[in-house]
């Protein structure tokens, strides 16, 4: 009996093991899917702004040209530009508080923070962000050099109450008969928060066969997805877990956690 009892207590602890083992599996295998579609979502979001921000400009581009060929044997140069900027600065957007500008590939301001600048010479070709960035050499360089393509510099949101700059990602395109680049941005913050907003509602809708739920915190401590669920953000109900959680997190391979507030095996 000792020994039966000895082997029966050998192949538990094997199958237990073995068990262990295949859940673990299960669990990492369930992380990566969506770690993965969540990277996939967001590289999607991403390239469906920067798609936008493309369209909007080939559009005012397109404006602008049309106006230029339309008009350039009946009124002067000046009236065509003074029209130009008119009619892409009356281009309005209703998704977002996107904007666009227009500067001569000199630095002259033509079409800048929402104000129609011809009526005399501003230059802005030494502006600089806080990254000490040449913003308008940078664009101009762009337009030159590519004709069109995509920036990020830091400025101030329109109709703001501070002077805080945001980050913002911008697409110029080189408008040929003056020696323009017309562009438009959106500032990532706001792409960002948009994005993470998609990402918890679809996360809200994964739902498992059995037990299982998934989770997503913060790295400052605070809980996104509790049980599966989507909540409002607050801080995490257990902050020693969360600094575990945390520390393994940096593993750049991700690892395991075992603990015990529901007997289950968490991995991030």
Do not use: C
């Not at 009996?1 to 599996?25: A, I, L």
């Not at 700059?165 to 500032?187: A, R």
């Not at 400052?220 to 902050?239: A, N, Q, W």
């Amino acid at each position: 009996m000792f020994f039966q009892y000895q082997n029966f207590k050998n192949e538990f602890n094997h199958y237990k093991k073995e068990f262990t083992e295949q859940k673990k599996e299960e669990v990492k295998n369930e992380v990566l899917m969506i770690y993965g579609l969540i990277k996939y979502k967001e590289e999607l979001l991403r390239k469906t702004v920067e798609d936008r921000l493309i369209d909007r400009v080939n559009q005012a581009y397109n404006l602008a040209m049309n106006i230029y060929e339309t008009n350039k044997k009946t009124k002067t140069e000046n009236e065509i530009k003074y029209l130009i900027a008119t009619s892409i600065n009356d281009l309005k957007f209703k998704d977002n508080d996107s904007y666009f500008f227009i500067n001569s590939n000199k630095g002259q301001a033509i079409l800048f923070d929402n104000k129609i600048t011809l009526d005399k010479y501003v230059d802005v070709w030494d502006l600089k962000d806080s990254n000490d960035d040449y913003i308008i050499q940078i664009q101009a360089k762009i337009a030159k050099e590519q004709k069109e393509g995509f920036t990020t510099n830091k400025f101030v949101k329109p109709n703001s109450k501070d002077e805080v700059q945001y980050l913002k990602l911008s697409y110029v395109k080189l408008f040929e008969p003056f020696d323009w680049h017309i562009g438009i941005g959106e500032y990532i913050d706001d792409l960002t928060k948009n994005t993470q907003e998609e990402i918890l509602d679809w996360l809200n809708t994964i739902k498992y066969k059995n037990s299982s739920y998934s989770f997503l915190n913060t790295t400052d401590g605070y809980t996104l997805i509790f049980e599966g669920k989507k909540v409002e953000p607050k801080p995490h109900l257990y902050p020693e877990l969360f600094k575990q959680q945390l520390e393994i997190s940096k593993n750049p391979n991700g690892d395991f956690l075992n603990i015990s507030l529901k007997n289950q095996i968490a991995m991030k």
